[in-house]
């Protein structure tokens, strides 16, 4: 009974914490922290020790296949380099670094115990970086190398610490030793991944059933780490090898309907677990210090070796990230942006190094005879807590004064209508080609409906202040509409003259269709208070080469509307003519039919602080 009030106790202050967190603005992680420091110290909160066993095998692989989910192989392997450079050179730089400041401090302490401490405080944590980093909303390239960094180097610095252990203990290892129970470990981990990922593929190709498709993947982290570990290989590279193959191959292995069930579990495990781990963190907080406390060294030394290690964490990291920048990774344009990172973005990669529940759980790998161990646990908690607060509370103030953007709502728009408008095209051609006997108008109304997913996503890049676009009027209208529907569903159902299991069915499509209609007008409301750049994509398109941005007109208007008499929703000028008419999403689309009477393939937004551009020819933008 007392551990199961734990664990309701546990599971309501994370949820009173993230909620109480959104509302004040403050990341969720720092608070959680925070309250289990200050419940640590509350005789009435049973203490709880944290077991390595418990993190490393619990915790960590669902934690882990979960930022592996969400992370895009794409981007990871586009910024391999400086990843690897972070997870595997950072770590051992860190751990040797950390390990002579820590003898500097205690010089009777063993060389070997001072490279375990190097090793337990070197990885950042990916819990800890996504949580944060996507919170403030750092550049996507950034956050992509902070979650792959994170995802790689808990392998690397477990082996260390395996390694630092031996040892200590006597055994020892030489050169070779070390670098060959590297390479089994991180090539084992490969190798198990990949296999777990050809049999969940092959599984997959069979399973249609969402519920077992889904009840599947929440095995899988698991079986991943614990046959790794059993072969002594990485059971965290296996777990992520697994996780990002997984996902990257989910569209065409998975049906739609497992895919929307996977990544609603996965989002609520890694909600759960994420704030968690954060809430735990804090409350080791008592018995760490109190242990400390009572060893045999002073408390100026013990303070100095906390203070020196945090020091070292944050300092090592800076003096790796900028030499490697510009002498081995060298990167080169944005796409975003089309210019090289600023050295802005790198100082805010070296900043964001924040340590999580890893370290306590590597920590705790120590032997109990190690020397000072509850000092080195002092130290390791130190590591965590003052990288989540000091960076964690800098980090937003840092990325604002160092005017490091955030991704642009209104260029993901931008990106979002070209991607459909590409993808309509081939639906189109595909339509073209196949053969059928249309004799109740079923293609013409698949074209409507296409053109009105497309004209959609093109209004939410009009944004006019108190001007409700077509589509935001479709919202407004449909909401009531579906709510009325529901209602009367709810009434009919109280009185029990339908099958509950139909009454069901048409309430689940209700909802489904109720959210993406709030989906999309939470995107269009983040859009009206979005600061645009211009963005420069496209690249290799002739027509948008030879027709660069024009400043557009102070008043424009629709002459064909005008003459109508119909009204628009947004404004495109010909940058061949300076022709200026309605976009798709109004009804008489004159930009469009300029186009065909023309051949004029370049057009630019008309609107108040815009100055994108869409070729006509090869359906692209710049």
Avoid at 218 to 230: D, G, R
């Amino acid at each position: 009974m007392e551990i199961a009030l734990l664990l309701c106790g546990i599971a309501v202050a994370v949820l009173v914490g993230t909620s109480v967190a959104e509302r004040l603005h403050v990341p969720a992680p720092l608070l959680l922290t925070a309250i289990g420091v200050a419940a640590s110290y509350v005789p009435q909160v049973p203490q709880v020790y944290l077991e390595s066993d418990v993190v490393l095998m619990g915790l960590l692989p669902p934690l882990l296949y979960a930022a592996a989910q969400s992370t895009s192989l794409v981007d990871f392997n586009a910024n391999r380099r400086p990843i690897l450079l972070l997870s595997v050179g950072l770590v051992v730089f860190t751990a040797v670094g950390v390990g002579a400041a820590a003898r500097l401090v205690l010089p009777d302490l063993p060389w070997a115990v001072a490279l375990a401490l190097g090793a337990v405080v070197a990885p950042p944590d990916a819990v800890a970086t996504t949580a944060i980093g996507r919170r403030i909303g750092l550049p996507r390239r950034v956050v992509t190398i902070l979650e792959g960094e994170s995802l790689l180097n808990d392998a690397t610095a477990l082996v260390a610490l395996r390694t630092a252990v031996a040892v200590a203990a006597g055994t020892g290892l030489d050169a070779w030793g070390i670098t060959l129970d590297f390479v089994i470990a991180a090539g084992g981990g490969l190798l198990v991944g990949g296999a777990l990922f050809l049999v969940v593929a092959k599984v997959r190709r069979l399973v249609t059933d969402p519920v077992i498709d889904s009840a599947m993947s929440l095995v899988v982290p698991f079986v991943a780490y614990l046959t790794a570990e059993e072969l002594h290989a990485s059971g965290v590279l296996a777990v992520v090898v697994a996780g990002l193959l997984l996902a990257h191959k989910a569209p065409v292995l998975q049906s739609a309907q497992s895919r929307i069930a996977e990544r609603l579990n996965w989002r609520t495990i890694a909600f759960v677990l994420e704030n968690t781990v954060f809430l735990l963190i804090g409350l080791q907080a008592w018995w760490i210090i109190e242990g400390a406390v009572d060893s045999s060294i002073g408390l100026g030394r013990i303070a100095a070796l906390c203070l020196v290690t945090l020091g070292a964490v944050v300092v090592l990291r800076m003096l790796w990230v900028f030499p490697t920048r510009y002498g081995l990774v060298r990167p080169g344009a944005d796409p975003d942006t089309g210019r090289p990172p600023p050295w802005t973005y790198t100082f805010i990669l070296g900043w964001a190094g924040m340590r999580g529940v890893v370290t306590l759980a590597a920590a705790f790998v120590l032997p109990e005879d190690t020397p000072y161990r509850e000092v080195l646990l002092l130290a390791a908690f130190t590591v965590v807590a003052g990288t989540l607060f000091v960076q964690g509370l800098t980090l937003p103030w840092l990325a604002r004064r160092l005017h490091v953007p955030a991704p642009d709502p209104a260029e993901d728009a931008l990106a979002r209508a070209t991607l459909l408008q590409q993808a309509s095209k081939a639906a189109f051609e595909e339509l073209e080609r196949l053969e059928y006997d249309d004799q109740h108008g079923v293609v013409d109304l698949i074209r409507q409906r296409v053109d009105q997913r497309n004209f959609a996503a093109w209004e939410r890049l009009a944004t006019v202040a108190d001007q409700e676009s077509p589509s935001d009027l479709y919202a407004r209208v449909r909401m009531a509409m579906i709510d009325a529907e529901r209602r009367r569903v709810l009434e009919i159902r109280g009185s029990g003259s339908t099958p509950s299991d139909v009454v069901a069915d048409v309430l689940a499509m209700l909802d489904v269709e109720e959210s993406m209609l709030t989906v999309a007008s939470a995107e269009r409301a983040e859009l009206q208070v979005a600061q645009r750049e211009s963005r420069r994509t496209g690249a290799g398109c002739e027509e948008l080469g030879r027709f660069p941005a024009v400043e557009t007109l102070e008043e424009p208007a629709c002459e064909g509307c005008l003459a109508d008499g119909t009204p628009w929703v947004a404004l495109r000028q010909c940058l061949a003519c300076g022709h200026v008419g309605c976009c798709d999403s109004s009804p008489r689309q004159h930009a469009t039919g300029h186009f065909h009477e023309t051949a004029h393939p370049v057009m630019q937004s008309a609107e108040p602080g815009e100055d994108w551009r869409w070729c006509y020819v090869h359906h692209t933008t710049a």
